[in-house]
């Protein structure tokens, strides 16, 4: 079974890639590599002794897009592709919702057009805005506070809105999972894939690398006076192998279900537990016994102090649960980092 998957050449996208080759499926990756490398997908083509078609093309072409949906017996998509920085987005708020809305409704528009209905989509815990009670379960109120945030909720509307426009109607009734990542952070323990943000990263776990790795001279801790244990941000961080895993519980749910019956619902992925910055630190640092140094800064536009999940309804729903524990993702980001001090330029 091809399934396509946009930003398959992103962190998340080269893992999720294994996650399908592992359990059979053919991946078709559609990357504009404006924050990836073709690289990633090249290691997993050697590492398992494969071939994954790929198309270098932004979403919102919409004439090649057409094009590999026609090429391709494509029985479903992974919606990954789209910017993804909470602080770039609040200052940038024009880009995120042109790349991230407007690239998926001209996916969704050739979807509609070529008959494929089974879609994963990549939401995010942003949509939560800042929890009112935590752990934070599907049917909390949802209010984003930045525009990154806001653009996942939009999709999210979208998606909602077509199925409701399909229920019980056509033999292409929507079949939708909003999948809301928590904070993937590791790499698949083979070393061969992880994180390579281009230029400066944005998020926690592959700064600490890159400080411990001498690539960087410190890291910045965004904000030390959240109402906190210890004054840093808590966040509900899961190893982005258990996240691809859940991609594929997600996809075997949706294709199960009746063709007449049109459905969408939105899923946590993430452990159930928060983990504070400093606590990630002292957790990194005891794993690799390298000694992180790092300066408090001002908090960021658009963070928020606590952020963890209630996934009890993809255990019950999807039959997924994260497995891997925190020494485990910072090992397995330690083994990436080791290997590849440049990521996916050496």
């Known amino acids: 079974?091809?399934?396509?998957?946009?930003?398959?050449?992103?962190?998340?996208?080269?893992?999720?890639?294994?996650?399908?080759?592992?359990?059979?499926?053919?991946?078709?990756?559609?990357?504009?590599?404006?924050?990836?490398?073709?690289?990633?997908?090249?290691?997993?083509e050697k590492l398992k002794n494969t071939t994954?078609?790929?198309?270098?093309?932004?979403?919102?072409?919409?004439?090649?897009?057409?094009?590999?949906?026609?090429?391709?017996?494509?029985?479903?998509?992974?919606?990954?592709?789209?910017l993804k920085a909470v602080g770039e987005s609040c200052s940038d708020p024009i880009s995120y919702y042109d790349n991230n809305v407007s690239g998926t409704l001209v996916l969704l528009k050739t979807m509609e057009k070529l008959g494929v209905a089974n879609l994963i989509f990549s939401s995010s815990a942003t949509v939560y805005g800042n929890p009112k009670t935590l752990p934070i379960k599907e049917d909390a109120k949802l209010f984003p506070t930045n525009p990154y945030g806001q653009s996942?909720?939009?999709?999210?509307?979208?998606?909602?809105?077509?199925?409701?426009?399909?229920?019980?109607?056509?033999?292409?009734?929507?079949?939708?999972?909003?999948?809301?990542?928590?904070?993937?952070?590791?790499?698949?323990?083979?070393?061969?894939?992880g994180e390579d943000p281009k230029g400066t990263p944005n998020n926690v776990m592959p700064y600490i690398a890159q400080v411990a790795s001498g690539k960087l001279e410190r890291l910045s801790i965004f904000g030390n006076d959240y109402p906190t244990?210890?004054?840093?941000?808590?966040?509900?961080?899961?190893?982005?192998?258990?996240?691809?895993?859940?991609?594929v519980a997600a996809l075997r749910w949706v294709l199960s279900i009746k063709p007449l019956i049109s459905e969408c619902r939105a899923i946590n992925l993430g452990t159930g537990s928060g983990t504070s910055v400093l606590e990630?630190?002292?957790?990194?640092?005891?794993?690799?016994?390298v000694k992180?140094?790092?300066?408090?800064?001002?908090?960021?536009?658009?963070?928020?102090?606590?952020?963890?999940?209630?996934?009890?309804?993809?255990?019950?729903?999807?039959?997924?649960k994260a497995s891997r524990n925190m020494a485990q993702m910072v090992s397995d980001t330690w083994r990436w980092q080791e290997q590849n001090p440049s990521g996916y330029g050496e």
């Not at 244990?229 to 991609?247: F, P, Q, W």
């Not at 908090?299 to 999807?318: K, T």
Request: net charge neutral; with cysteine.
């Open 229 to 247: 244990k210890d004054g840093t941000g808590i966040r509900d961080y899961i190893h982005v192998m258990d996240l691809a895993e859940g991609h």
């Open 52 to 82: 994954i078609k790929t198309y270098i093309c932004d979403i919102r072409d919409a004439e090649y897009l057409s094009q590999i949906f026609s090429e391709n017996d494509i029985q479903g998509v992974i919606h990954l592709a789209g």
């Open 152 to 193: 996942k909720l939009m999709i999210e509307k979208i998606c909602q809105d077509l199925a409701n426009k399909t229920k019980l109607a056509s033999k292409n009734a929507w079949k939708i999972a909003l999948l809301r990542y928590f904070n993937p952070i590791g790499a698949d323990k083979s070393g061969v894939v």
């Open 292 to 320: 992180v140094p790092y300066v408090y800064s001002l908090r960021r536009s658009g963070d928020i102090a606590s952020c963890f999940a209630d996934p009890s309804l993809a255990h019950s729903l999807l039959g997924w």
């Open 280 to 289: 990630l630190l002292s957790i990194f640092e005891k794993e690799t016994g």
């Open 1 to 44: 079974m091809k399934i396509l998957v946009t930003g398959g050449a992103g962190y998340i996208g080269v893992h999720t890639i294994l996650a399908l080759v592992n359990e059979g499926y053919i991946p078709i990756v559609v990357d504009n590599l404006s924050n990836s490398s073709i690289e990633g997908i090249r290691r997993i």
